[in-house]
């Protein structure tokens, strides 16, 4: 192989590691699969014990190689194959943007990926079509499978209960993404990546307190995914605790049910309304333009996600933006940990996110006063 010399300060370790990585996918230590050691990657690239070793960590993370006690580091001969299961794709661009994420760190890593499509309107037909994938990936015998569960059908539950069945018979590691096939407080034995769901509604309930809002209401659509429930179990707790003891109504609708939205608004006459995700906010929006009800002035609305279309409404909608890519890196990186130890406890791990104010929430009495010289 050619020698690559350079400086330990010019030459940083992550493009050790990708010379090392291209190497590794070429074949070049297929043989007996063992690894050059730290001293053999020292003298080729000129560059520090320290700077080896984190060369050598980063293909670890990678999931390239693995140190076998006493006998040096070893090249890792597992399926190299990842399938991935996102009905949620056909949603939202939210979804797109985790698969991109994903699709990312296999090209970086060198991992090959099976998908396949689930893009019909029809969430039952999605549903068959995600276990007919799952079929699929053990037919194949991919290394792994990370997975969104099946949402927005009756028999979700059974059919999640199905994939799971097909993929642990095959031995395949699975990690979720989003929520748990499981409605809490269970817990199934699969790894989870997902947001921290209850401390975003808290997040939302404490900017509409803030902005004026006494009577906070909740739309809820049929078959919502238990995230979305966990995140008005998050603004319902941040309300009692803000108001000592005020309840948050939950409209049960579609939001473009004007007649369902009406009935609810009359109700409870609320001041803000949450939604589960940017897309439906963008539809109640105009559900509450037809009856006449003006935003933020007459009504403020929140959204989920921070979609292209949240920007590009009219007030720009609040929202709370849910960090994509580093929830599919989080995802690829568990689930090589997962191919790697499978008898590792499963995790929860929850990231954080942010919330974004616009104008949608932001009333004239509430706004600030420009200053200036008076005339």
């Not at 993929?167 to 809490?184: E, N």
């Amino acid at each position: 192989m050619p020698k690559t010399n350079a400086s330990d300060a010019g030459f940083d370790y992550r493009k050790i590691a990708e010379a090392l990585r291209d190497e590794i996918r070429a074949g070049a230590y297929a043989g007996s699969g063992s690894f050059p050691s730290l001293t053999k990657i020292m003298q080729r690239f000129g560059v520090s014990r320290p700077s080896a070793v984190r060369s050598v960590a980063e293909l670890k993370r990678m999931g390239l190689v693995a140190a076998r006690k006493g006998a040096g580091t070893f090249v890792q001969t597992r399926n190299r194959t990842i399938g991935i299961a996102i009905p949620g794709t056909a949603d939202s661009e939210f979804f797109s943007a985790i698969m991109d994420g994903i699709v990312f760190n296999c090209n970086k890593c060198g991992i090959d990926l099976v998908a396949g499509s689930m893009f019909p309107v029809d969430h039952i037909e999605r549903a068959s079509q995600a276990e007919r994938l799952a079929r699929h990936f053990a037919s194949i015998r991919v290394g792994g499978v990370i997975m969104q569960p099946v949402g927005f059908a009756e028999n979700a539950d059974s059919i999640n209960g199905v994939i799971a069945d097909i993929l642990g018979k095959a031995g395949i590691p699975v990690v979720l993404i989003d929520y748990d096939i499981l409605p809490p407080p269970a817990r199934s034995s699969y790894d989870l990546v997902a947001i921290d769901n209850f401390t975003a509604g808290r997040r939302i309930a404490a900017h509409l307190l803030e902005a004026g809002a006494k009577r906070i209401c909740c739309l809820l659509r049929r078959l919502s995914a238990e995230s979305v429930r966990t995140r008005y179990a998050g603004v319902e707790a941040e309300v009692i605790r803000a108001t000592g003891g005020r309840r948050v109504n939950v409209i049960v609708s579609e939001p473009d049910d004007a007649r369902t939205i009406s009935a609810g608004l009359k109700k409870y006459r609320p001041d803000a309304i949450v939604c589960s995700n940017d897309i439906a906010a963008n539809m109640l929006a105009k559900t509450l333009a037809k009856l006449g009800l003006r935003i933020p002035d007459d009504v403020m609305l929140t959204g989920f996600d921070d979609v292209e279309l949240a920007r590009g409404m009219n007030p720009p909608l609040t929202t709370i933006r849910q960090p994509c890519f580093e929830i599919a890196s989080m995802a690829f990186r568990t689930l090589l940990e997962r191919m790697a130890k499978p008898n590792i406890p499963p995790r929860e791990i929850l990231l954080d996110t942010k919330l974004v104010v616009r104008a949608s929430t932001i009333r004239l009495a509430h706004r600030p006063r420009k200053t200036g010289k008076s005339s």
